[in-house]
């Protein structure tokens, strides 16, 4: 019999424990050791926010698997407080370090596997040291959250970061009774959104009673009144509040692999090829800590999601055991994600709008257009339909779907799927059009919002709407046309806009101007397309602007 092979996972989180277990799967007779630095395994990161917010009450919930789950079920040596200080791959050893005891081994493999994730950015600023002042990745971190929040009975929390983890925080601190502050260096929160998309999500949070601070970050902190602290903005104003969560983002750790040699990518993750070899052939890695490819646009990316790192965990297991050829690759990451704010769902998935414009500012390589959408999630006759919005990025040579976003209370995260699986298998908007979905009226609508979105960016591109954009009216000479009732245009117009409704056009077409393009709209965009319809057909150079007013009062 062969000797056993010695697979050695570094991390015990998503990527490297899915690594082990897959690999004990494929391998009976392997020694696999997992090596965790914290006290824990395979936890819920995505968790922890939910159990500072008492939603998850019970701390042994988040515990996905136990190191004797690990031991008992798949025979794996788990050692948590346990630092791996370097690789030589060369001799193809460890040099290990146990926290508890300092005791110093060195542990010899065949197969090494990198699973570092990354850590919370916790930047160099005046003060940042200072108690009450925290980061939220391990289950220890929640523990001194809530000593903090019950001990100091907290009523005030500056939240810095608008992205995932700070809108968390937010919600669930806002759940336990605490006025919460933004604080976004951006000039919006949620930044894997496009700008318009997530003005919902800030309106929402505003109307709930949070205070956003957008395009100034934190200059630094000091100790306030009392118990409190002080936050210096970077404009010089002050907040006064009980307690800091520092949410700006995360780094990759690469220490390890950078001091072993191993080639580090352009955007500073672990260069990996697609079965998530690095440059050393008995080396792999896995996880937050590796940079992989947009697979929208062929370009490097970083992609901390949790499923990502869980399927290349696998795949590492899968060419590990020999099973390369059975198996696909890695194909990329599209990085689809939801976020929950407050009972508001924020779902993407492939590259926004912005992106597009940072890496192809001339739109030569992908010549993209979009369209928006705010179908019911359900059948609005079934009760309590609510509204999302889509908006779905395309390529306007071929159609093929480069990106979507929506937001709504709910029915966005089945809708982000549905495009997910296509666009991941490149397909256009046509497949959208023409896909069949499950449909009753409490769980959707015979026109799914999906077909929808497909149609209408269909409609677009074979010609039968033509479609502009708010972004693009102010420069625009053109005669404005409000298809909504009166009683809506009276609430509230686009300035200089003449409100013919949409039951009045037919017969009102003489009182249109032939010698100018015009513009449509409606709240929606539903009843401007049937106007541009009629009037394409009666010779007027008439155009829909796509999302209704409804987006315009977020782009404005």
Not at 130 to 147: A, K, S, V
Not at 241 to 250: E, F, N, Q
Request: charged share 25%; proline share 5%.
């Amino acid at each position: 019999m062969a000797e056993a092979k010695r697979i050695f996972i570094v991390g015990g989180v998503a990527g490297g424990a899915s690594c082990a277990a897959r690999a004990r799967r494929l391998d009976e007779h392997a020694q696999i050791v997992l090596c965790e630095r914290g006290p824990y395994v395979s936890f819920a990161n995505c968790g922890l926010p939910y159990y500072v917010g008492r939603v998850i009450v019970r701390e042994d919930d988040l515990l996905v698997a136990t190191p004797e789950v690990f031991r008992e079920r798949f025979n794996i040596d788990v050692r948590t407080e346990c630092n791996v200080e370097a690789v030589d791959p060369a001799r193809r050893r460890l040099r290990v370090r146990q926290l508890a005891t300092d005791q110093v081994e060195e542990w010899p493999y065949d197969a090494l596997v990198l699973a570092p994730g990354s850590a919370p950015i916790r930047p160099r600023l005046p003060g940042i040291d200072l108690d009450g002042i925290f980061t939220l990745w391990t289950i220890p971190d929640t523990r001194r959250i809530l000593d903090w929040i019950r001990t100091r009975k907290v009523k005030r929390a500056v939240v810095v970061g608008g992205g995932f983890i700070g809108l968390e925080m937010t919600e669930n601190l806002h759940r336990l009774g605490i006025e919460v502050t933004i604080v976004e260096m951006q000039h919006q929160i949620m930044p894997a959104l496009d700008v318009e998309m997530a003005a919902f999500a800030h309106q929402h949070l505003v109307e709930a009673g949070v205070e956003v601070e957008l395009g100034c970050g934190v200059a630094g902190f000091a100790k306030g009144a009392g118990q409190s602290l002080d936050v210096t903005l970077g404009d010089g104003r002050h907040l006064e509040t009980d307690l800091v969560i520092m949410a700006a983002g995360v780094r990759p750790r690469t220490r390890l692999a950078s001091e072993a040699g191993l080639a580090i990518g352009e955007r500073g993750g672990i260069l990996v090829d697609e079965w998530m070899q690095t440059s050393d052939p008995h080396i792999w890695a896995v996880g937050d800590a590796v940079q992989v490819v947009d697979h929208v646009t062929g370009m490097p990316a970083m992609v901390p999601l949790a499923g990502p790192a869980n399927r290349q965990g696998r795949i590492a297991a899968n060419v590990i055991c020999g099973k390369k050829e059975l198996y696909p690759s890695f194909r990329g990451v599209q990085a689809t994600s939801i976020c929950g704010i407050m009972g508001l769902a924020v779902a993407a998935t492939g590259v926004t709008e912005k992106t597009l414009r940072r890496l192809d500012p001339e739109g030569q390589r992908w010549p993209y257009a979009k369209i928006y959408i705010h179908p019911d999630h359900h059948a609005g006759y079934y009760p309590d339909a609510e509204t999302l919005t889509l908006k779905l990025i395309f390529d306007r040579s071929d159609g093929r779907i480069l990106g979507a976003q929506a937001v709504g209370k709910e029915g966005v995260d089945k809708r982000i799927d549905v495009i997910a699986t296509h666009l991941q298998h490149r397909g256009t908007v046509y497949d959208l059009e023409a896909s069949e979905l499950c449909y009753a009226p409490q769980y959707g609508s015979a026109k799914d919002p999906v077909n929808v979105a497909g149609m209408v960016a269909a409609n677009f591109l074979r010609g039968d709407v033509p479609t502009v954009y708010w972004e693009d009216l102010s420069a625009a000479d053109v005669f404005v046309l409000d298809v909504r009732t009166a009683e809506e245009y009276a609430s509230g117009h686009v300035p200089g806009a003449v409100n013919i409704p949409i039951d009045e056009l037919r017969p009102r077409l003489g009182e249109l101007p032939k010698d100018r393009e015009i513009w449509s709209y409606c709240y929606v965009g539903q009843r401007s397309y049937i106007g541009v319809r009629m009037m394409v057909q009666h010779g007027f150079n008439a155009k829909n602007l796509t999302g209704g007013f409804r987006m315009y009062t977020m782009i404005d």
